[in-house]
């Protein structure tokens, strides 16, 4: 067979509620579907397409039309070559097995794990910078020049766990806890719908005084108010909260594995368990949300192997967008005094990410914004296309340090980030640099 088939069809439909509606009936009639960044020169600027295979393509066009979903479209998933990839680079000193790797890159094939290990492992400037660049090309032909941006609440720091690397854990006892209140909240949805944004980030530690019914309400007022996107980070919960947060209209839903080597997990998490956590996973997955998952880089003990293992799972597990920060040790943690994780090798786990998972969002996080001020602009030309704004009050801000010194993104550092990389602000957004200026 020939690996470089198509074996994917994109659907497009008319308009978000459509899409979401959609991609519901088609899993309710076991269609297998997913949600994928529409290709940029297809779409509206940051529209999710349904993915389908090729052998579900009429029937899946037959039930949407017969449910009256608009669609706008339907286009081959096209295997994306990098044509000249490899050529390009035939002056620089790269090793004939790195170059053999870029070759499968620039073919369009599936990479291995030990072809993904290699590429990590690389130290030698040509095989980094070549990597970052075949990264940077399957972006572009893939999402597009366009950064989405989106902003996030950090609307309550009490958390009922204790994850060893984390500044919220429920055991640091001189933090001072804090919730906002739904109005405080929607005072920050008004800003960032105002400002014109699509996404809203609402996340939190696992903080349990924030029942399935004050959940309910604040999901019901941003959807009545702003209509935006809603993207959910508040941990584990049950699959019929899940279930319930979907139908009120959540579309996304951030719940990283933050590393797959169980050993390593269960060491991070005292009081969490793998299974159950890809069990969550799994749940958001088949419930029809766009499905965020991500990993850290550099928690102790990691190796090259479980980094690249990371990667074939979020492949495995279709997630949609996946955030890679680099471990930020925090003040008062049992981690505190590890070593952070290291800059450049979060940036070769992005730019793999993007060349291995292909259609997905991946963030410049605010853990690299943390550690390096050119981190957002190093993530984006290394594969990277949103930006997350950390839109948490002034005055709760310092007590959500999830990591020690993390860094404030805003608007201008991600006008800074855009313009240095080379590439363009979404169309929705309202404001321009000189509006954002301190
Ligand atoms: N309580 C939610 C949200 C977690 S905070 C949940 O369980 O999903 C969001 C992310 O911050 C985490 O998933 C983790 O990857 C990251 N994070 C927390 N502490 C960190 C640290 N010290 N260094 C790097 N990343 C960290």
Known sequence: MNKTEIKYYLIMAGSTSHMLRGDKLLKDKAVGTSL?????????????????????????????????????????????????????????????????????????????????????????????????????????????????????????????????????????????????????????????????????????????????????????????????????????????????????????????????????????????????????????RELGYLNGSGNIIGLPGQTVEDIAKDILFFKEMGINMIGIGPFVPAKGTPLEGYPQGDIEMTLKAVAVTRIVCKRVFIPATTALASLDPDGQTKALKAGANTIMLINTPAKYRYNYQIYSDKNMVDLESAFIAVEESGRKMPPYLKVKREDCIK
């Open 36 to 284: 994928v960044p529409a290709p940029s020169e297809y779409g509206t600027v940051c529209a999710t397409a349904i993915k389908v295979k090729i052998e579900d393509k009429e029937i899946s066009e037959k039930i949407l039309r017969e449910n009256n979903i608009t669609i706008e479209g339907i286009y081959p998933d096209k295997p994306r070559r990098l044509a000249g990839l490899v050529e390009k680079l035939m002056d620089s000193v790269i090793s004939p097995e790195f170059m053999e790797v870029l070759k499968k890159i620039e073919d369009g094939e599936d990479l291995k794990e030990q072809d993904i290990v290699l590429l990590l492992s690389t130290e030698r400037k040509a095989e980094k910078e070549a990597l970052f660049h075949a990264a940077d090309r399957m972006r572009k032909e893939i999402v597009g020049d366009v950064v989405d941006i989106r902003g996030a609440v950090e609307f309550s720091n009490y958390c009922r766990k204790d994850c060893r690397y984390c500044g919220i854990r429920k055991s640091l006892d001189d933090l001072n806890r804090y919730r906002m209140c739904e109005d405080e909240i929607m005072e920050v949805v008004h800003h960032l719908h105002e400002i014109g944004l699509k996404t809203v980030i609402l996340q939190s530690g696992e903080d349990l005084w924030w029942t399935p019914e004050k959940i309910s309400s604040l999901i019901k007022r941003v959807k009545d108010e702003t209509k935006m996107n809603i993207t959910l980070s508040i941990g584990e919960r049950a699959k019929e909260e899940y279930e319930l947060y979907k139908n009120l209209g959540t579309n996304n839903f951030l719940l990283k594995i933050e590393t797959t080597n169980r050993k390593l997990f269960d060491f991070i998490h005292p009081d969490d368990d793998y299974d159950h956590r890809v069990k969550c996973s799994s749940w958001l």
